[in-house]
C-alpha cells in the first residue's frame, strides 16, 4: 500500500532506531490501520501508545479531511518523535497522559476505532476501551505473539487477555496470527 506519508514513515523508523525504541508497530498493521480508518469517513480515533508515531503515521493516511485521532502515550521522549514529524496534521492531537486515566473519563460510544498498543486498553482499562466504541467500531490490538522484548511470565498476561475477548458476547471477534499476533474486534449495534 503506498502512503503519502512514506518519508514521515522512514524518519521516524531512523529516529526511533536512534532511540533505541524497539516496540514500533509494523508495515502489515499499518496497513491494516490505514484501511481501518479509510472505512470510518469523517471518524474518531484513538490510540493508546503513541510510541515514535509509526501508528499514527498509518492512521493519519487513511483517513479523510474530517476525522480525527487522539494518541497518547506517557513516555515523552517516543512521543516527541511522532509530535516532530506529525505534529503539524491537525487531525491529530497528541496527549501526554496515562490512557488508563483517559479512559475512564472517556463516555460511552466515543470512537470509531481504538487501537490499544499500550498497556491501558489491553491489559487493564479493557472494559472501558470496549465501552467507548461505538457500534460498528472497531478495537484493534497488536503484539499477541511472544516478542523478544516481552518480560519473563508475559504469555500468561496474553494467554488470559485473549480468552476474556473470546467469551464477550455483543462483539465480532477475529485473531489474525500474522504480523505480531492482531485481534480485532467489531461491536455489534444492538
Known amino acids: 500500500m503506498e502512503t503519502k506519508f512514506a518519508s514521515s514513515l522512514a524518519e521516524i523508523e531512523t ?3 536512534a532511540l533505541g525504541f524497539d516496540m514500533n508497530s509494523g508495515m502489515q498493521v499499518g496497513q491494516l ?10 471518524g474518531r480515533f484513538l490510540e493508546l501508545g503513541t510510541g515514535c508515531g509509526l501508528g ?7 483517513m479523510d479531511a474530517q476525522s480525527h485521532l487522539v494518541s497518547m502515550d506517557t513516555d515523552e521522549g517516543p512521543q516527541g518523535i511522532a509530535r516532530d514529524v506529525l505534529g503539524a496534521d ?10 488508563g486515566a483517559v479512559l475512564e473519563r472517556t463516555d460511552a460510544e466515543s470512537y470509531d476505532l ?7 486498553g489491553k491489559f487493564s482499562h479493557l472494559d ?10 472497531v478495537y484493534v490490538v497488536d503484539d499477541l ?3 523478544p522484548n516481552w518480560p519473563d511470565g508475559h504469555q500468561a498476561n496474553v494467554d488470559a487477555y ?4 473470546r467469551g464477550r458476547g455483543g462483539f465480532a471477534f477475529t485473531q489474525m496470527d500474522w504480523a505480531t499476533g492482531v485481534v480485532m474486534m467489531v461491536k455489534r449495534s444492538l
Open 15 to 17: 529516529r526511533a532506531e
Open 33 to 42: 490501520l490505514a484501511s481501518l480508518a479509510a472505512s470510518k469517513p469523517g
Open 56 to 62: 499514527v503515521a498509518w492512521l493519519l493516511s487513511g
Open 90 to 99: 491537525t487531525r491529530v492531537t497528541f496527549m501526554l497522559e496515562d490512557g
Open 114 to 120: 481504538i487501537f490499544a498498543d499500550a498497556w491501558p
Open 128 to 137: 472501558e476501551a470496549l465501552a467507548a466504541l461505538k457500534p460498528g467500531g
Open 145 to 147: 505473539l511472544p516478542q
Open 162 to 165: 485473549l480468552d476474556d475477548l
